[in-house]
């Protein structure tokens, strides 16, 4: 079967002929690969920034935004059966760690955790993978037009349930209204995928949701956000105290633009017990300036929590599959426009490269294949 495939040596991809992997116990599905998203990750690998082989091998099989069906099962497996869409998740724990032997390899205290895709185990760009029952997200097939942004939404699933366990742990009006954002108002920062998925989820919540990014009020991100009844702030042409007096007590910013000028001032913008959640990584490493001490008076005095949060547990893929299914009941159309391209794997180089500025989502197709 082909697989796509990264030789960290020297830089280079590759379509492979690897042998099908076959069922070996019985507690593993088989999923014959439809599609598999492409995102930053898999670009900074071809770049050769990251990407580690398994253990012995000296190519790595990328890909981690996933969607399959289901070819075969093992005789215990319960969860799905032949014909159904299903994803796999990405992340498989130390075995050596309390996060992990609580199910919770998103939280990995060894950092020796493996990733599919990404980090000593093989990812999704090929044509079958097989892996336990455990890793395995059923999907209803009315989702297979989107389902490919499952591992995205997972993402942004754990850094909104962040928010709101943190603001429902100390605040006594959090607290009664559980998971229910009305009321409330949320800030965007970045209109990538991962920001127009956090905006699917907050206005499922019930929030009033803001959207910051530096590109025209009439293109494909901010029109989409839009849709979903989000307010498009050009950051630009906005400087972050006129916004302040527009949008007052802001509740909550979800940061997913990687720009760590933006990212530290956006504090600026939080409102009294707001909470921040980081989930971006900025390419450059360059100094910032910021007035540490008003940094810090604000946070002591306003109240407020800045976090960091990066993969998902597997309630968070739950909760995922979950939204994104009623989100396409309500934005079926603007669901289906964050894929901007679809390109057979063979054509994996164009995918890999292409930054169109209306681009958010490419996807290699593999259905059709052999
Ligand atoms: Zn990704
Ligand atoms: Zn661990």
Redesign the pocket.
């Known amino acids: 079967m082909k697989a796509l495939t990264l030789t960290p040596a020297d830089k280079s991809l590759h379509i492979e002929d690897r042998p099908e992997p076959k069922i070996e116990s019985p507690n593993q599905v088989m999923l014959k690969v439809l599609e598999v ?1 492409i ?1 930053g ?2 670009r900074e690998e071809a770049e050769g920034q990251r990407g580690t082989p398994p253990p012995g091998k000296q190519s790595l099989v990328i890909g ?2 996933m969607l399959g069906e289901v070819v075969a099962v093992g005789e215990s497996v319960t969860k799905v059966k032949k014909g159904d869409l299903a994803v796999f998740s990405v992340r498989r724990g130390c075995n050596a760690c309390p996060a992990c032997n609580n199910n919770r390899f998103d939280m990995c205290y060894t950092g020796n955790y493996r990733e599919r895709g990404i980090k000593d185990e093989d990812g999704y760009q090929q044509q079958f993978v097989v892996d336990e029952e455990a890793y395995i997200i059923p999907i209803n097939q009315d989702m297979r037009p989107f389902a490919v942004l499952s ?2 939404m997972s993402v942004v699933e754990k850094a909104i349930d962040l928010l709101i366990t943190l603001q429902r742990a100390r605040l006594p009006d959090w607290e009664q209204k559980g998971t229910d954002l009305s009321g409330r108002k949320a800030l965007i920062a970045g209109l990538g995928p991962i920001g127009l998925l956090a905006a699917i989820i907050f206005r499922l919540r019930g929030a009033e949701v803001y959207g910051m990014d530096v590109v025209d009020d009439n293109s494909l991100r901010p029109t989409l956000f839009k849709k979903l009844g989000g307010t498009y702030i050009d950051g630009r042409k906005t400087d972050l105290s006129t916004f302040q007096k527009k949008c007052s007590r802001l509740d909550l910013i979800l940061e997913a633009a990687g720009v760590p000028t933006l990212d530290f001032h956006l504090l600026e913008a939080l409102g009294i017990n707001g909470a921040y959640v980081l989930t971006g990584v900025a390419a450059d490493h360059k100094s910032v300036t910021i007035d540490g001490g008003t940094l810090m008076e604000r946070l002591v005095m306003n109240n407020q929590v800045m976090v960091g949060s990066v993969n998902a547990a597997p309630y968070h893929w739950d909760m995922g599959a979950k939204d994104l299914e009623e989100a396409g009941k309500r934005w079926g159309d603007v669901l289906s426009s964050l894929i901007t391209q679809r390109l057979p794997v063979d054509h994996y180089k164009e995918a890999m490269e292409s930054h169109a500025s209306d681009e958010i989502k490419s996807v290699l197709t593999w259905d059709g294949q052999g």
Do not use: F, I, S, Y
């Open positions: 998203g995102c990750t898999d981690h935004e591992e995205p």
